[in-house]
């Protein structure tokens, strides 16, 4: 019976004939034994394997094992009388699948930075650590599933492409298609728009995503998004995957207690679901880790407005690096000090100057601030941003004119809100941000398995 290695070491399968299929990680010789040590990724733990040397091809083969090398093992399991595993496998027959050059390959037994192991992204996940961060990052994707399949949410794929830029930020990339054709231009000899109009990759989905809310009701939308900012820091991507839920007949507080709720789901499941990858966070990559999100998980978020917040920062005297007036964009700094130093827990802010917030959050009564709402968390700072969206066709309008939106452009937005229009409202949740907060990665580039930055694009 052919088994991953994770359910082997469960220890539930003692006498039982398996074959598991793995690299290998070491191999060490005694006498007439040799101990190799297997990792097929499905968990963090190796198989010990104890070849012999009445194995056929123990001197030609099994004996030049190193890492990297590619076997398939099949034989007895059993118990172990060595202290922290509870099974090893005895090697009726050991088969080389695939060797690895000693001399060249990258991963040896060894610590390896981050930083390197970037310029190895194809062999990265081999690695503990990284191995832990795509089995967590797996965990968390399906959990998003689950958590809006269990309240009745329908999943939209709403398009990569695009001829809207939601934020209004002209951080877009744009699309061109590579062809020399005579019918792709035009009597000008310049390239014709392949969509018959200028179109980029899209930075996020929420303005499609509302469309399908003002017909299904809940849904939400779980995809690539792309940013065309010029950012190296430990916090940006040009390329990651966004959730982005929206509800129709749904306010403001509606939308917060979703998105605390989904928060404190993700963060559970992982902590109940992935603990020798968490343990493994805990350990080397952030001391406390367990604790820090344990405590999101059990503290009821604190509620303040950004007015309130404004208040509480200049009270507190502190030299930020950003200075601190109503009307300015909180920045991390902002945000972590407001949750670990003044409140100590997670906080939800809302009602944001209008000025600094996108042209379809709805505007409050006050014509001063938007309903807005964020979800700062300690050790961050924002993790999550949404709003309410402006459900008035002529406020819509306005604000769109303001922000310099074309009209006609986006003639379908605006009527939603001609036929039928309701209050709903929708946030958004940058994955990586979530997987970098959960694992206490250091640089969002080592949660994505293929991290896409300015001049860096691997595989």
């Not at 390329?239 to 993700?266: H, S, T, V």
């Not at 996108?358 to 700062?376: C, E, H, Q, S």
């Not at 459900?391 to 306005?398: G, K």
Request: proline share 4%; net charge negative; aromatic share 10%.
């Amino acid at each position: 019976m052919s088994v991953r290695i994770e359910k082997a070491l469960k220890g539930e399968m003692i006498d039982a004939e398996t074959t598991v299929h793995g690299w290998v990680r070491t191999r060490r010789d005694t006498g007439s034994f040799s101990f190799v040590e297997v990792n097929d990724g499905s968990c963090l733990g190796n198989l010990q394997v104890i070849a012999d040397n009445s194995l056929s091809n123990y001197d030609e083969e099994i004996k030049k094992l190193t890492a990297g090398c590619a076997v398939s093992v099949s034989g007895t399991l059993r118990e172990s009388p060595a202290k922290g595993q509870k099974v090893e496998l005895h090697a009726a027959k050991l088969e080389v699948i695939g060797w690895a050059d000693p001399e060249e390959y990258p991963l040896q037994k060894k610590r390896h930075s981050f930083e390197f192991l970037r310029e190895i992204s194809h062999l990265r996940p081999r690695t503990n650590a990284l191995g832990a961060v795509a089995r967590v990052r797996s965990r968390l994707s399906w959990s998003v599933h689950e958590f809006f399949r269990e309240r009745g949410f329908f999943q939209v794929h709403t398009p990569i492409i695009t001829t809207s830029d939601c934020e209004g930020a002209g951080e877009m990339f744009t699309i061109a298609a590579e062809s020399t054709g005579a019918k792709n231009r035009d009597s000008d000899g310049q390239q014709r728009d392949f969509f018959g109009k200028k179109a980029g990759l899209t930075v996020s989905g929420q303005l499609q995503a509302e469309v399908y809310a003002l017909s299904l009701g809940n849904v939400y939308t779980f995809g690539p998004t792309f940013r065309a900012e010029n950012s190296h820091t430990s916090r940006h991507l040009s390329e990651f995957w966004m959730i982005e839920p929206e509800m129709a007949f749904c306010d403001l507080q509606g939308n917060m207690r979703l998105a605390e709720d989904m928060l404190k789901y993700l963060l559970q499941d992982i902590l109940g679901s992935c603990g020798e990858d968490m343990q493994l966070f805990d350990r080397f990559i952030e001391k406390g880790l367990l604790g820090k999100l344990q405590s999101v998980v059990d503290t009821d978020f604190g509620h303040l407005t950004y007015s309130e917040a404004i208040e509480a920062l200049q009270k507190s005297k502190k030299s930020f690096e950003f200075p601190v007036s109503w009307g300015v964009d909180l920045q991390a700094e902002h945000e972590r000090y407001l949750t670990e130093q003044v409140y100590g827990k997670p906080l939800i802010v809302t009602d944001y100057p209008e000025e600094i917030k996108p042209f379809y959050m709805r505007v409050n009564d006050d014509g001063k601030t938007v309903a807005a709402m964020d979800i700062l968390v300690p050790g961050i700072g924002e993790i999550i941003g949404g709003s309410q969206r402006e459900e008035r066709y002529d406020t819509l309008r306005s604000r769109m004119l303001d922000a310099g939106v074309d009209i006609d452009e986006h003639g379908w937005y605006l009527d939603l809100r001609k036929y039928g229009s309701v209050p709903h409202s929708g946030f958004g949740l940058g994955f990586e941000r979530l997987v970098q907060y959960a694992t206490g990665m250091a640089n969002i580039r080592e949660v994505i398995p293929f991290p896409r930055t300015p001049g860096f694009a691997p595989c």
